[in-house]
């Protein structure tokens, strides 16, 4: 069974960077698909950040060129810098992964119903 634990959320200001990190246990295919989502109060899940083992990574639009999706194989954790931070950033960020995966990049990839396994979250908050 897939295990994940997030770190890193905390209270910053507009302008500042954070570094979350999503530790993995018990992951057992060679391939990967991850990513990280966020949940903003009164708001839907929304798909930030994916990277899969084909080298694929994927963005949604508001965060290109801010945030970096990154994979640690040898610590086993997924990171997501996230700079230049402002004030509609903040939301719960969660990882997730697909442990089905044959690891190639798609479509589908910021999509909530492509991944089996959650992390419970950590939460980012950004004042102005």
């Known amino acids: 069974q897939v295990h994940l634990v997030e770190s890193g959320g905390d209270s910053v200001q507009a302008g500042g960077s954070l570094r979350l990190s999503c530790a993995v246990s018990g992951y057992t295919n060679s391939r990967y698909c991850m990513g990280w989502f966020r949940q903003a109060p009164g708001k839907e899940r929304e798909g930030v950040a994916a990277?899969?083992?084909?080298?694929?990574?994927s963005y949604v639009d508001s965060v290109k060129g801010r945030f970096t999706i990154s994979l640690d194989n040898a610590k086993n954790t997924l990171y997501l810098q996230m700079n230049s931070l402002n004030p509609a950033d903040t939301a719960v960020y969660s990882c997730?992964?697909?442990?089905?995966?044959?690891?190639?990049?798609?479509?589908?990839?910021?999509?909530?119903?492509?991944?089996?396994?959650w992390g419970q979250g950590t939460r980012v908050a950004v004042s102005s």
């Open positions: 997730a992964a697909d442990s089905r995966t044959w690891g190639n990049l798609g479509p589908w990839a910021l999509k909530t119903n492509a991944y089996d396994s």
């Open positions: 990277i899969c083992s084909d080298g694929g990574t």
